[in-house]
């Protein structure tokens, strides 16, 4: 990874080192394709999206089989993880914890526990999802592509990719040192969406109904949630895991706050705001904005009371509407990384899965129909699914956003979510014909199932019409998750309390 000046020719370049480049680059060389990786920043660098589920866990270990990489296969379960990969910042992850924040009152522990929600994943920390801590990760993946091999170039700035008179792409960096003549181009470059704005296409977020904007950063010495509800008299010995190891989030007045906590006592925390209700206002600062966050929620403000910036990245991470959704996700040569592609927001930890299935797919496809007639239609087809799961899980992220305020709504709509999240899952469990676990007529949480769609999306237009009676709500919600409720959602036995929703393997 050292400075260059060359010229080369290649069948792929990889745009983006984050972890899905850097797997995709891994992935395409296992095909026998002349590979290179290109990112504009050196690792280690911060990054943010961290949270795994048990089906990025599955689909990382699917494709660390199928394409011989077994480095990676200790990465997606957090006992293998830690025996095998200890310098890297990790942190256990046993499901999803919520935990009602009512703004300008306490946390009121409720022993029948009307105010939180907890779901567990894994039955134990052995077989357990993680928090990725993204510099040590992707800084691992992208040396496992040096070391496999492949030119990483790191630290490149590159002008607009143009149509190579040859076929495929012509990249070249500013200033000029690295030029590179690539067949087909793989973008995983995020926000920056290279290609989709090398073709022209315009971004489409018109069709996103989520409004969302981030306050964030890492942090040491949060303090622990299941300290405070000992303390406080809640009832932390009927939850089904400790509920600091988890994606736990905060539902505030209008927002919600993450927290997801790695070893060594430090964390990820941050607000996920509605900017409907409240936009940016560039005249308060990023500190001040979050203090007031905090003021307005005195139980999270104490969780936080000892909380100090961690070194990296050392400031509040402010960003305007988050969502975005490119014009064009492939084209006969060319194809976008899901995240790439578009991203709606961090509620559900849907961006390490999607990721992953879309790599999946993408592999899949160059695998089977590299240079062959076939292959532009079906990175036509794999655009289409992209675009499909980019629009369910928007409307899945918005349901819980205009729920936010009422509890019991929240906790119905996101039940739409772990339907979604089960089906594919047991479905993907008992797949998988030639021994890869992975069938292409699969798409990411149920997106294949019109009627699913179809269902979310009904629904999704009456939250749409206001507030409607909760009970009835729960009910109605129940009724339309009843064929894709593989785990006893909505049992009334649970009370809120759900174990073990993982599928068997
Ligand atoms: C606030 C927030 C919280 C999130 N939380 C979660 C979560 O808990 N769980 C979850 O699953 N997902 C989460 N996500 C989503 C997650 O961040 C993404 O799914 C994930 O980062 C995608 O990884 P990637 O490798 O595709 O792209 P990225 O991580 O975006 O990496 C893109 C890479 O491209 C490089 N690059 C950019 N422009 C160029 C260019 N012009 N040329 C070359 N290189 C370039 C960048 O330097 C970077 O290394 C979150 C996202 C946000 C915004």
Redesign the pocket.
Known sequence: METFDVDVDVDVAV????????IAALGCHQLGLRTVL????RHP?F???????PV?NRVLRDLAERYSLPRLVPLAKFGPWQRAYPQLGCGLKRGFSYFDQPRGQPFSPDRSHRNELLVAASADDETSDT?WL?ADV?TFLAREAAAAGIPVFEG???GAPVRDPRGGWRLRSDPEQLAIHARFVID?????A?MARATGAAPRLERLHTRSR?L?SHFQGVGAWDDWLRDHGGDVDSHPFRCDDA?QHMLLDGAWM?L?RFQHNLA?V?I?IDERRFPLEPAITPEEEWHGWLRAHPSVAELLANAELAAIPGRMIR?GR?QRRAGAAAGEDWAA????AG?I??LH???????LCGLERLLDILGQSWARPELAERLNDYQRIMFEEIALIDLLVDGCYRSLGAFRAFTAWSMLYFAAATTYEHRRAAAGSDGTRYDSRLWFLNADNPEFRAMVATLHRQIDRGRLDETAWERTVADAVRPYNRVGLFDPDAHNLYRYTVAPE
């Open positions: 745009l983006g080192s984050g972890f899905a480049g850097s290109i990112d504009r920043a660098r990054a943010i999206g961290e949270s795994s589920t990025a928090q993204r992707d490149v700035r590159l995983g470059t995020g926000e920056a290279v981030m964030f994606a993450w997801l990820s941050g996920a960003s988050i990384l899901p995240n790439t991203f927001d961090p930890s849907t961006g390490i899965g999607h990721s």
